[in-house]
């Protein structure tokens, strides 16, 4: 196995690094889900700068005190301390005065998963806000302060909501978000198109998992070391719900199994785990959102964050989906090293997980980052998602995979088919269909383009139409997704 890589992010590394080069004393809050690569990105940044790097861990004050000691006398031998500091604005105000007698380099604190340190001391978020005051009142323009936490929603409440104590402290703030489908492919560039799909389907885009991906391996053979062994690091439940109190609930996890195996609906959902109804779920619902484990959807004619009667919830993160669909379910044939047999039943469903999963959203993250330049001729648009409605029985719903916005106006939508055969006149079709039935919700443009994603291509009529321009029909398959 390879060493950890480090790939992309180079936006985010060009923010970081204006920050420690600035002229200002500077708090920057870095947050995102376990696993999203926030210390390797800030200490990437960081280059050879040194930094006072404190991991906290959920333990009690005085050993955390103990450790935060230990890693102030690692960064700074020559400061003298009595022993061991008594608290965190002891442990502050050592590193303040560091700083006031810096002249040259930049004194930088990280301090990673400070929620568990304030987990220890509940006082944390306002005594970083009173020293912080001093820090900007003093002027101590060397001092760079890196905040670094997993618990999105703890994070959001605390340093950027304007209830928090340290708003309007901050001097930045980064989201950092999972890798996109082109992103996530740098960790295994030898897998074909079709590969590089799936695999994206299966580890998503989270740094922390892309690593295990041996480049030795074939696609299945790494599926089988790094999430059907159970020695594995990845047959594991999902990190993300392990190091948080929902563990406990059985709840939790069973509607993650149940989206994971496509229930979207509330009302699914609920009745997939036992519960009666959709209001049953609300508030399981709600935490798992808070903690970032699945996301709310909404049709693109809805309002992002609005009320929506057509809402569907989705997981956050493709392994995650893909752990609670096979690995949860295999769990009997798994602890029995029954591996080849668990491998057989995944591959036989995997092309309706990942049609219905990652496909379409790939395609949508490729339409979203088209450049101008790649575009036809007059092809604009702002936002890009899908749309869909129930039918009148509830049981069906009525959707488009993609469509993108321009004035309110769709001016694109797509079909995606992840399948052995190549899409023909009929998808072609279908998609035609679509659009009338959606016309009055997202109001296309005249003669909107029309664009096919194919596993396997098109058949030969359907190629042969696509070449008249006044057609505007677009053919795309994995090859032109992920070229450059």
């Not at 301390?81 to 608290?87: E, F, I, K, M, Q």
């Not at 002027?139 to 708003?167: A, C, D, N, Y």
């Not at 790094?226 to 594995?232: D, G, H, K, N, S």
């Not at 609005?306 to 798994?334: E, I, K, N, T």
């Amino acid at each position: 196995m390879r060493g950890p890589m480090f790939h992309n992010r180079i936006h985010e590394i060009e923010d970081l690094r204006r920050f420690v080069a600035s002229r200002h004393p500077e708090l920057v809050v870095v947050y995102g889900r376990r696993g999203v690569g926030k210390s390797a990105l800030v200490r990437e940044a960081l280059g050879g700068h040194s930094a006072l790097i404190y991991q906290a861990t959920s333990r009690a004050l005085p050993q955390q005190m103990e450790d935060m000691t230990a890693a102030l006398r690692a960064f700074a031998p020559d400061l003298v301390l009595p022993g061991v500091l008594p608290d965190v604005p002891a442990f502050l105000d050592a590193v303040a005065h560091l700083a006031r007698k810096q002249q040259d380099e930049p004194v930088i604190l990280v301090i990673d998963e400070l929620p568990y340190l304030a987990e220890a001391d509940p006082s944390l978020p306002t005594v970083m806000q009173r020293w912080w005051d001093e820090i900007r009142r003093e002027g101590i323009r060397k001092l760079k302060v890196f905040l670094l936490g997993s618990m999105v929603s703890w994070m959001e409440k605390q340093t950027l909501s304007e209830h928090g104590p340290l708003h309007n402290r901050r001097t930045g703030q980064l989201l950092l978000d999972p890798l996109g489908y082109r992103e996530a492919a740098l960790f295994y560039p030898w897998y074909s198109p079709e590969e590089r799909v799936s695999a994206y389907a299966i580890w998503g885009g989270m740094p922390s998992y892309l690593e295990e991906i041996d480049p030795d391996s074939g696609l299945w053979d790494n599926v089988v070391e790094t999430i059907l062994r159970p020695t594995a690091r990845l047959a594991e439940e999902p990190a993300w719900l392990r190091h948080t109190d929902l563990r406990s609930d059985m709840v939790y996890s069973s509607i993650l199994r149940a989206i994971a195996s496509g229930k979207r609906r509330p009302g699914d959902i609920a009745r997939a785990v036992g519960k009666g109804s959709a209001n049953d779920v609300t508030y399981y619902l709600s935490r798992l959102m808070e903690g970032g484990m699945i996301r709310r959807s909404v049709p693109i004619q809805d309002e992002p964050g609005g009320p929506s009667g057509q809402s569907l919830y989705m997981l956050s993160d493709y392994y995650v989906a893909f752990w609670y669909r096979y690995v949860d379910r295999l769990r009997h044939l798994l602890v029995l090293r029954r591996l080849e047999e668990a491998l057989g039943i995944i591959k036989a469903d995997f092309n309706s997980y990942l049609s219905g999963m990652a496909f379409e959203e790939v395609a949508r993250q490729f339409i979203r980052t088209l450049l101008p330049g790649k575009l036809p001729p007059g092809l604009r648009y702002e936002r890009v998602g899908s749309w869909w409605t129930s039918r009148r029985d509830g049981e069906e719903r009525d959707e488009i995979d993609v469509v993108a916005l321009h004035n309110g106006q769709a001016v694109l939508l797509g079909e995606c088919k992840w399948s052995n055969q190549p899409m023909d006149m009929r998808d072609l079709g279908g998609l035609r269909g679509a659009l009338v039935r959606a016309a009055r919700d997202i109001k296309p443009v005249d003669h909107p383009w029309r664009a096919l994603f194919s596993q396997s291509g098109f058949r030969d009529d359907l190629v042969q139409l696509a070449r008249d321009p006044g057609e505007r029909i677009l053919l795309f398959t994995p090859e032109e997704m992920y070229a450059s």
